[in-house]
């Protein structure tokens, strides 16, 4: 391909003085870690999938809440600014915090950058997940690739009053408003108070269905160009204030060119900072490993079972194995004298902390003296230091040992 474009998920953008994006940050695209199944990302989009799909019934019983994950985080400058009506001068346009193709074509900095055309393509109620990306020092918080779930809902009058007994003279919109603090011009303050309320309420009931009862949440006042009023949750996690989300009640011009006549709420929550804190994750650099001691955390048969992310070890492991004859069989009455979760306890006992696993690796039986023989790997690994190939051998002996004197097999060492 030619030097003078990029090319992303096999579509070229020409090059020029505003293209910044590297080849680290375009190998990320497509990944798509948010629809990997069992990934931690995955397993938050499907509890909150869950949440809206059981809480909110449209018409008939089918969700009212419609789900987009598969949206391209390529995006134009204007659906990520513009058409969110964020002004040309705002500082979050800087070169410097995004990662542009081109002048004209980036890699979306947030969801919020599909809101408008997909309130235009008719949708009412929709949920959108996706990798969005912003350039930041990479430490255990921050990575400049992160995920992030976009909620929007849209209501009519009718929707908007029909708990209010008598609202008949109740209107959605007025015409000579004035914007204060709490309401845009054109809505009228009764309706904003609703949707407001409307808004929190759901956002209250998603957190508490992911975090349980005793989670603390506080709203805290905040600007965005998008919505007004707006409003930032944040949760209690071990002693501090945590940010998870922004949202607020949508700008109506954002409204105008489809459902001018609804008043909307939207939010937009970050998948990682919600993992880290359910899941105990301590670095947002493991949502990218590959490594299975990680990802294989994650595999429930139930998305709402509780993970307590068990941490990984930065070095090396060592592996040795163990090969042994089983006991014979005893007289047909007595017990099977050799299981291997016997040897897999007497591991742990002797091994701690140093082993990892402990896999059976062969098997196989004599042919003429019908005697069994297994062989395992024991994987071992230390938290916090380097093992020593000497310092294994001892423990690894002292197991060989044991399973000889306590489990009765004959160690073919
Ligand atoms: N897009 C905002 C962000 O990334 C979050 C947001 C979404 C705020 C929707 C209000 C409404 O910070």
């Not at 090319?7 to 590297?22: A, I, K, L, Q």
Request: aromatic share 10%; with cysteine.
């Amino acid at each position: 391909i030619d030097q003078d474009c990029v090319e992303v998920s096999g579509r070229p953008y020409p090059r020029d003085d505003f293209t910044n994006v590297t080849p680290k940050i375009l190998a990320k695209v497509g990944r798509d870690l948010h629809n990997q199944r069992h990934h931690p990302l995955w397993l938050i989009k499907e509890r909150i999938k869950a949440f809206f799909y059981s809480s909110y019934m449209g018409r008939g019983g089918n969700p009212l809440f419609s789900v987009h994950d598969n949206l391209n985080p390529v995006v134009t400058t204007e659906q990520n600014f513009d058409s969110l009506l964020i002004p040309p001068d705002h500082p979050s346009r800087k070169q410097g915090d995004n990662y542009f193709l081109n002048r004209t074509t980036m890699l979306r900095a947030h969801t919020s950058a599909h809101q408008r055309e997909l309130v235009k393509s008719g949708l009412d109620a929709f949920l959108l997940a996706g990798d969005v990306y912003r350039r930041d020092e990479i430490d255990s918080c921050h990575y400049p690739v992160f995920h992030q779930m976009e909620g929007v809902r849209l209501f009519t009058e009718r929707q908007v009053f029909s708990n209010v007994p008598d609202s008949e003279e109740l209107s959605l919109l007025e015409h000579s408003g004035r914007r204060t603090p709490h309401k845009q011009e054109t809505h009228t303050l009764e309706a904003v108070k609703l949707v407001e309320f409307n808004l929190k309420q759901t956002l209250t009931r998603l957190i508490t269905h992911l975090f349980g009862q005793d989670v603390e949440v506080r709203w805290v006042g905040c600007y965005f160009p998008f919505t007004h009023p707006s409003f930032e949750m944040e949760v209690r996690f071990q002693g501090d204030w945590l940010e998870v989300l922004g949202c607020g009640v949508m700008e109506q011009q954002l409204l105008n060119s489809g459902a001018g006549d609804k008043l909307g709420w939207a939010f937009g929550l970050g998948l990682e900072r919600l993992a880290m804190v359910l899941y105990q994750i301590p670095d947002i650099r493991l949502f990218w490993s590959q490594d299975e001691r990680f990802l294989t955390q994650f595999i429930l048969d139930d998305i709402h079972q509780p993970v307590c992310f068990q941490p990984l070890s930065k070095y090396p492991p060592l592996h040795n194995d163990i090969s042994f004859w089983l006991p014979e069989a005893g007289p047909e009455a007595e017990p099977q004298s050799f299981t291997a979760n016997d040897f897999y306890d007497l591991v742990r006992s002797i091994g701690g902390d140093l082993v990892e696993k402990v896999t059976l690796v062969d098997e196989f039986t004599h042919p003429q003296s019908r005697r069994r023989s297994q062989c395992y790997r024991i994987i071992y690994r230390h938290m916090e230091r380097t093992l020593s190939q000497q310092e294994v051998r001892l423990v690894h002996k002292e197991i060989e040992d044991a399973a000889e004197a306590e489990l009765g097999v004959q160690g073919r060492y």
